[in-house]
């Protein structure tokens, strides 16, 4: 048995039972990280001695009898959240050797559940991107075919964990960043609802749009994750004071007695047909679990991604802004005045993609422009959240593709960022409307890449995703594969 195969769950009870130490797991996870990363490339930071050292306070704790839930556990974490004193880049040479000086909360919930940090990994910058074609630092490739992008903005969880170079991840979600690399890598994904997780420590992209969510192998572990990271934080304004559910205990409750609602939107011009099939039978899956299947519409959905590349900029075109040379990461020492120093800053700092979406985003809400772009992009917003309001009376979890196709070959759209953008168009809608979403694997391409089936439900109720997930993933009872690396 390789212990980097098995599951969050599975290597819970490894380590209760003493069967492996969380120190000799960690060191697997460092070996098969120097084995096979330098092909993947999902690390931009290994946390090699801390790693380490915490995996031996997780084997004191664990023996003096006090054993938190992931007390042990190997993670990997999207390089967006700051980790104390560990080298955080969002991908970008602007913070190139930022270190923070603080946890993120998500971080310091992790921390007290027991779990090791393996590293930081890799992701586009800012988290602006779907192919994580967009880091300053090297692209991660998608596990199941190298030639393959592994999805974006967190494809280095994606890739980490199918890669098993860790065994579970922390993830963002904008607009579909967690599950759409999490559909590319064939591994389950969950964007929580807006609220349910606090974004303290996350650096913001687009803050009425970004959550953090779970990246993992399978529905169980995922359910795992999301609990240790849930819940109120004063120090984020947008978190919901609401207690976090038991979601592992909401698993084995069957797909009897849910309504699951079909967007007939969602299965439009450009899908996939292998795509389609395979989402079929996910959804074919869930009637079989007891579910009942209704047609259902979501008649604005079309116009979320030109309304979400409007309101995604005008965010980041202000959350940006603090990225000047004075107070973070990277400054030019050759500028002969203050002006000139935060041009020369973020000229050499910020990628291409980046800096288009500054411009976009202050276009959009300078004056003279902002009702054109950014009131209109909001009344759309508005629209989409009618949609769902209206379906989720009709139906508890609503079911779709992730996206319109399998992983497409690295550099194919690198240059066409519209087309890119338009990939997104399946996720954004539960980013503009603030509800929770998953990805998790229901088949493969003729090729060998993976496709996931996307859940949605209504607002904090994860736990019936967390079920619909569970009972798709026990109907379909997909052999559990790791790539050929
Ligand atoms: N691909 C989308 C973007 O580039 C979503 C990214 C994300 O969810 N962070 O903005």
Aim: hydrophobic residues 40%.
């Amino acid at each position: 048995m390789n212990p980097c195969d098995q599951t969050i769950h599975e290597l819970q009870d490894l380590l209760a039972r003493g069967e492996i130490s969380a120190v000799e797991l960690t060191r697997s996870y460092l070996e098969r990280i120097d084995a096979l990363d330098p092909t993947v490339g999902a690390y931009l930071t290994l946390a090699r001695e801390s790693a380490l050292e915490q995996a031996a306070e997780a084997d004191r704790r664990r023996s003096a009898g006090d054993a938190p839930s992931l007390c042990g556990i190997p993670l990997a974490i999207k390089d967006v959240l700051c980790t104390k004193g560990l080298r955080t880049t969002c991908g970008s040479r602007i913070l190139e050797n930022f270190i923070p000086p603080y946890d993120a909360t998500v971080i310091e919930k992790l921390k007290t559940a027991g779990a090791v940090i393996l590293g930081k990994v890799s992701m586009d910058e800012f988290a602006m991107g779907s192919s994580n074609e967009n880091c300053a630092f090297g692209t991660p490739r998608n596990p199941w075919s190298l030639e393959h992008v592994c999805g974006g903005s967190s494809g280095g969880s994606g890739a980490a964990v199918a890669a098993g170079l860790c065994a579970g991840s922390l993830g963002s979600d904008t607009g579909g960043s967690i599950r759409q690399p999490a559909s590319y890598c064939g591994v389950v994904g969950l964007k929580p609802t807006y609220g349910r997780v606090s974004r303290y420590g996350l650096v913001a992209y687009a803050s009425s749009l970004d959550q953090v969510g779970p990246l993992t192998r399978d529905v169980t572990d995922c359910a795992i994750l999301l609990q240790a990271i849930s819940g109120f934080d004063p120090r984020d304004s947008t978190s919901i004071d609401r207690p976090t559910p038991d979601y592992r205990a909401a698993l084995g409750q069957g797909g009897a007695g849910l309504t699951v609602g079909v967007p007939r939107e969602y299965f439009g011009d450009g899908l996939d047909p292998e795509v389609e099939r395979a989402v079929r039978q996910g959804i074919d899956a869930l009637a079989a679990a007891g579910a009942r299947i209704v047609d259902i519409s979501l008649p604005h959905s079309a116009y979320g991604v030109a309304a979400y590349y409007i309101i995604a900029p005008a965010e980041a075109s202000s959350n940006l802004s603090r990225f000047d040379g004075v107070r973070y990461g990277l400054r030019d020492l050759e500028a002969d005045s203050l002006i000139d120093m935060f041009q020369r800053t973020r000229a050499q700092g910020f990628g291409p993609e980046v800096k288009r979406r500054i411009i976009i985003g202050a276009f959009a809400l300078s004056s003279g422009y902002y009702d054109a772009y950014y009131k209109k992009a909001s009344q759309v917003r508005t629209l989409i959240v009618e949609d769902f309001r209206r379906a989720f009376a009709e139906c508890d979890v609503i079911a779709a593709p992730v996206t319109p196709t399998p992983a497409w070959r690295l550099g194919e759209r690198l240059h066409d960022p519209l087309s890119m953008y338009l990939s997104d168009i399946l996720t954004i809608p539960a980013n503009l409307a603030g509800l929770p979403g998953m990805s998790l694997p229901c088949g493969f391409s003729s090729a060998g890449l993976p496709i996931g089936l996307q859940l949605m439900a209504n607002h904090f109720a994860e736990e019936t995703l967390l079920r619909a997930a569970f009972a798709v993933e026990q109907e379909l009872a997909l052999e559990r594969r790791t790539p050929p690396l």
